[in-house]
Structure formats: structure tokens, C-alpha cells
């Protein structure tokens, strides 16, 4: 077992978590019998409590099973942060269903691929959304798609700005195979009694698809169970923090710590639907939210918006995430403003989210922080197997209670994406890092994603993390681009703060050379006003590397 990180280990933490050996669904019955009448879900100044959660949740999976839904059975969920999110999510999971959390940001490929893979008969959807999933009934196993309007959830009056897709009231076009969520939810069934154990399918996540098609990970009720609980303990959270949910929950990172997280604690969610980083800083101010976890590149932009000291942030006392490495001027800003520390972490969707966080009395700048509760992590030798020592990099593997069971109906890809060390089965994550003489892990990058420039290993990451520190650059992301010489050369796609639109490329590459080895240095600069990003915020690398050389070999051919 790892240990050179315990010295480090919060002193009031125990090194061994003990899990509730329950289903997921559980939490929140145990939380809405403990506190009915507590506020569950903040949504734009509408108050829904424990009771009323739990009364919805019981009232949809009871439609689900007289539709049909049986034990093991797959439900896609298609929408962005809101109640019915949540409400379905545990709904699927009264039902003994498992529920497959999809991005709404998804069109027809996509979700022909989700609904070939799943054979799921029952999906769930956002009205904005319908266009692109109903055609779809009937094709696949697809019998039925329940509809429901963000609006439906807005009961009291705000005067907070809301996204268009917030204003739009319920109009469902009502077809075969087409349910509007009211008429579900007024079915007057009720569900049988719930029988998902710990080791039942509970959530299965799609991954990225960076790598090719996007793989199911399949995640039982026991390692989602995991770091929704790890998570809370290690930042010492109660039923009384208010938590602020930016993060999409169909993304690991936000389905654990803004909605599976809180629901175990009986704390409070403040759903946000759309990102609005004064809107976000106003629902701080009028709820007192105490945590938020976010990506780095929204942090950023919460934290640059002007005049932020207007608002009374007093009450925030956790802020982290991952993502990417946290630039050092910004959390510097954060650490001026709030007197906070950005707590970083890593995790994947076959973890469901952290294996490994930084301690918050002892964190590193740009780290991933120290394995998690009964975390085994190791840096080995992607090639050999061969386990490496403190800084020399090699790829992270993980064993843990949190890991994934395995990708959906892929079984040899299952199993390479598994090592045995010392007699245990480790995850193989892809990623290549290293631990310091503490053991604190770092990123250097994804092993796919290095750039061999005449023979010199550049590892895009590290580019990033260093031109972040100059003033002008909003956004940074390192691609190769092909070189007739040197095979592969540097290129940085920059975006530029307001106020430094007149920054030149020579000027930054001239900085460049001051601040890091010459090898390193991108021979070209080319800005752009936005950088496309997944819907959870992630640079899309992969995408700009091919548009790069796609574009290299259109010219040269």
C-alpha cells in the first residue's frame, strides 16, 4: 500500500472510511426522513425541501416501473442542472433501474450511439432537448421519452436573469411514445419495494471519447457510494453547508460533489442551469453558500469578473476542483480575496470522480493532491509494468473502492485497462505523472498527448501552466502542429483578457523564451476568440490538435 503521503494526512481524518453498505437511493430517503422540512434544492429562489424531493422521486419511479422498468434496465437522462436532474436520477434508481446520465449537448450520431449501446426503453429529456431525441422512438429499443420544461420547477418569483431556455414554458407536442413529466409524475402509482443492493448497477457514465467511440462506465451502487461520501468527510461538510452546483451533473465531477455528496449529508443544492458568473456570485451572497466546487476555467472566470468585491462572500469556506492546473495568479487572487487555498484533485469517470485530493491545511499549487481515502496509487511504466520511484514519470494507476466494475459490454477493453501489482488489480489511467519525495501526484499529460519536437518530449500541460502566468492570456492550449525538420513543433492557440487585445505574437513568444527551455517554446502564436470546450468545461485538446494537422495537410497537398 502507497504510504509516503500519511505523514501529510489531515490530522483529523481517519486514514480508513468506512461506506454504508446501501444503495445510493438510500441517502436520500434517510436524509428527507431525518429532515423533511429542510431545503433540499435552491432553483433560482424556488425552495424545494427533503420531503417534497423524496414525495417526487417515489411518485416518478412508480411511473417507471408501471412502464415497465425492472431491476437492472437502463434510463437515459438528457438534461442540464435542474430539479427534474436530480429527481430522476434518484428516481431511477428507486425503480432498481440504472440510470445513464447522458450530455445534453448531445445531437442525432451521438445518441444513436447511447440508444444502441444501452438498448434503453426509457429516456428522459429537457423540452429544448426533444427535437433531437423523439424522432428516435421506436427506433433501437426506444419505446417512450418523458418531457419536461425547466420552467416547471421556477414556483416563486425571481429577479434573477435567467437563460432563455429558463423562460420557456411547457409545450409538449404530444405524440406516441411522448410523456409530459406532470402526467408522469400524477400517475398514482407507487414503486415496489427497492431491492438495489450495494452491488447492483447504480450509474453508468460515458467517457469523453477522446480515445474513439464513448465507452460506458459501468458503476455500482457501492463506488458511487464511495466518493460521495469520501468527498464530504474530507472537507468536513454537514447538513448545514450550502453547496453551489455549477458543475454539470451528468459529469462525475458534479454528479458527486454537487448532488450525490450533499444528499448523503442533507445539505443544500443550489442548482444552477446555465453558467453566469455574476448570477453564481449573487446566489453566494443571498444563500451564504459555504462550498463550491467548480473547473479551473470557470473558477478563472469568476474570479476576473470586475467589481466581485460588491458581493459578501464571507460565507464560502471550500472552493476547489480540477480540470486543469489552477493558474498561480488566480489563485493567488482567490487566496487575497477569501483568504482560501483552490483545493485540487483528480479523478476519471471510471472512478466516479476523486481518487486523490489535497489535503486543505497543506495543499500544492498545480497538484493533484495525495491518494483519497483506501486509495492505492502507484506511477509505473506504461511500458514495462515496472513500478517507478518518487519524480520519475510514468502513468497513474489507482485501486480503490471508487473504481469502476468495467465498460459496458466490452470486455477486452475492460481488461486493459487493468495491471495487477503486488496482487492487486490497479486502473490503468492513461494519465502520466509523477510523486514528489511527500507523495503528492502531479499530471505532466496524457500519455497520447506529448509532443516529440526533434526528439525532445514536450508535455503540453506544463506549456499551459507556464504561459498562464503572463498577464495577457485569458485561455492557453498547446497542440503540435507537423514541421518538416523537427517532425512536430510547439503551437499555442491563445485567447487575451480584455484590455490586452494588442498583444502581439512575437511579444509573447519573446516571453516565452524568457520563462521556460528553449525547446519548449511554441514557434507560433495563433489567437482566437474563443477555444472550444466540452460541456464540463474541459479544453477539447484532442479536437484542436486534428483541425491543426488536418488543416497542415490541405495546405501541403
Given at each position: ?266 445539505a443544500c443544492m443550489v442548482i444552477m ?139 477486452e477493453e475492460t481488461e486493459k485497462a ?140
Open positions: 500500500m502507497f504510504n509516503r503521503h500519511l505523514p501529510y494526512w489531515p490530522k483529523d481524518l481517519p486514514h480508513h472510511l468506512t461506506l454504508p453498505v446501501t444503495s445510493l437511493f438510500r441517502n436520500l430517503e434517510t436524509s428527507a426522513r431525518r429532515y423533511p422540512d429542510k431545503t433540499a434544492i435552491i432553483y433560482y429562489d424556488t425552495l424545494i425541501s427533503y420531503s417534497q424531493l423524496l414525495d417526487e422521486v417515489e411518485r416518478l419511479a412508480g411511473y417507471f416501473q408501471s412502464q415497465g422498468v425492472k431491476r437492472g434496465d437502463r434510463v437515459l437522462l438528457c438534461m442540464q442542472n435542474s430539479p427534474q436532474f436530480i429527481i430522476t436520477y434518484y428516481a431511477v434508481l428507486r425503480a432498481d433501474a440504472m440510470v445513464v446520465p447522458l450530455n445534453p449537448m448531445s445531437r442525432a450520431a451521438e445518441l444513436e450511439h447511447y440508444l444502441a449501446d444501452t438498448e434503453a426503453r426509457m429516456m428522459v429529456c429537457a423540452q429544448d432537448l426533444a427535437p433531437f431525441i423523439t424522432p428516435m422512438i421506436g427506433r433501437f429499443q426506444l419505446q417512450q421519452v418523458v418531457i419536461t420544461a425547466y420552467s416547471q420547477y421556477l414556483r416563486s418569483s425571481t429577479d434573477l436573469p435567467l437563460a432563455p431556455e429558463l423562460r420557456v414554458e411547457a409545450a409538449i407536442a404530444l405524440a406516441p411514445g411522448v410523456v409530459e413529466w406532470q402526467t408522469a409524475l400524477d400517475c398514482g402509482q407507487r414503486p415496489g419495494p427497492h431491492l438495489s443492493g450495494p452491488d447492483d448497477h447504480c450509474a453508468m457514465v460515458y467517457s469523453s471519447g477522446t480515445t474513439g467511440v464513448p465507452k460506458g462506465c459501468v458503476h455500482t451502487h457501492r463506488s458511487v457510494m464511495a466518493t460521495a461520501v469520501q468527498r464530504q468527510t474530507w472537507l468536513l461538510l454537514n447538513c448545514e453547508d450550502v453547496i453551489l452546483a455549477t458543475l454539470p451533473l451528468f459529469h462525475v465531477a458534479g454528479m458527486q460533489s454537487s448532488m450525490n455528496g450533499p444528499i448523503f449529508i442533507g442551469t446555465r453558467w453566469n458568473r455574476e448570477v453564481a456570485a449573487e446566489l453566494m451572497q443571498r444563500y451564504r453558500v459555504s462550498c463550491w466546487s467548480n473547473i479551473v476555467t470557470m473558477a478563472v472566470d469568476f474570479l476576473t469578473q470586475d467589481n466581485l468585491e460588491r458581493f459578501d462572500l464571507s460565507s464560502l469556506r471550500n472552493i476547489g476542483g480540477g480540470g486543469a492546473a489552477m493558474p498561480g495568479p488566480v489563485k493567488e487572487r482567490l487566496k487575497q480575496l477569501f483568504g482560501l487555498d483552490y483545493i485540487e484533485g483528480y479523478g476519471l469517470s471510471e472512478t466516479m470522480a476523486a481518487t486523490h485530493m489535497n489535503p486543505k491545511a497543506r495543499s500544492k499549487s498545480q497538484c493533484l493532491g495525495i491518494p483519497a481515502f483506501d486509495v492505492d496509487s502507484r506511477v509505473i511504466d506504461s511500458t514495462t509494468g515496472q513500478e517507478l520511484q518518487p519524480n520519475e514519470v510514468g502513468e497513474i494507476v489507482c485501486h480503490g473502492p471508487q473504481v469502476f466494475k468495467g465498460y459496458w459490454k466490452l470486455a487493468f495491471i495487477e501489482l503486488n496482487g492487486k488489480r490497479f486502473l490503468r489511467t492513461g494519465d502520466l505523472g509523477y510523486y514528489d519525495e511527500e507523495g503528492y501526484f502531479f499530471m505532466v499529460d496524457r500519455i497520447k498527448r506529448m509532443i516529440n519536437a526533434s526528439g525532445y518530449k514536450v508535455w503540453p500541460s506544463e506549456v499551459e501552466s507556464l504561459m498562464y502566468r503572463h498577464p495577457a492570456i485569458s485561455q492557453c492550449c498547446v497542440i503540435s502542429s507537423p514541421d518538416q525538420r523537427r517532425g512536430e513543433t510547439v503551437k499555442a492557440l491563445v485567447t487575451l483578457h480584455l484590455g490586452h487585445q494588442g498583444t502581439s505574437a512575437a511579444a509573447i513568444i519573446e516571453w516565452c523564451k524568457d520563462n521556460m527551455a528553449a525547446y519548449k517554446v511554441p514557434s507560433s502564436i495563433e489567437f482566437r476568440s474563443h477555444l472550444a470546450q466540452s460541456a464540463s468545461g474541459k479544453l477539447l485538446w484532442r479536437q484542436l490538435q486534428d483541425e491543426e494537422w488536418s488543416r497542415c495537410a490541405a495546405v501541403n497537398s
